[in-house]
């Protein structure tokens, strides 16, 4: 499945103002709820034939879309950011967040995880997403 990257409007087809069961109707493969943590209101969905983690705030409405890499394209400017390595992520905006392992771009409302092999998860938030977590 492929999914487009607009900066705090979502990963097209799926956007951070639809409602839980508008993102399953969508995404329309089985899924697993579960909580990241005891304190978190809603269950996050896990759609296991994607890759495809949904996170929702308390209110149902979906504040992050997390892939994995393997069944989808998730691209931005035309680039499947999943096939990234760290240099083309850096010309994508060039006030990025970078470590060893992560990087997170505010301007576009994007972050990701590298491992030995290369992008691991590639995560599209909504603006507030790591304010709200952090507290």
């Given at each position: 499945?492929?999914?487009?990257?607009f900066p705090?409007?979502?990963?097209l087809?799926?956007?951070f103002d639809?409602?839980?069961?508008?993102?399953?109707s969508?995404v329309n493969?089985?899924y697993?709820?579960?909580r990241?943590t005891d304190?978190?209101v809603?269950?996050?969905?896990?759609?296991?034939q994607?890759?495809l983690?949904?996170y929702?705030?308390?209110?149902?409405?979906p504040?992050?879309?997390?892939f994995?890499?393997?069944?989808?394209e998730?691209?931005?400017?035309?680039k499947n950011?999943?096939n990234?390595?760290?240099?083309?992520?850096?010309?994508?905006?060039?006030?990025?967040d970078?470590d060893?392992?992560?990087?997170?771009?505010n301007r576009l409302g994007l972050?990701?995880?590298?491992?030995?092999?290369?992008?691991t998860?590639?995560?599209?938030f909504?603006r507030?997403?790591?304010?709200?977590?952090s507290?």
């Open positions: 499945m492929k999914f487009d990257v705090y409007k979502g990963a087809p799926l956007r639809m409602s839980q069961a508008s993102i399953r969508v493969v089985e697993e709820p579960f990241r304190e978190q809603v269950p996050a969905d896990f759609f296991p994607l890759g983690f949904v929702y705030d308390e209110t149902e409405m504040e992050a879309f997390e994995a890499t393997g069944n989808v998730l691209f931005i400017k035309g950011v999943l990234l390595d760290r240099d083309a992520v850096l010309s994508l905006d060039p006030d990025i970078f060893e392992w992560e990087f997170t771009s972050s990701g995880t590298w491992g030995e092999e290369g992008m998860s590639a995560l599209v909504r507030g997403y790591y304010e709200s977590i507290e």
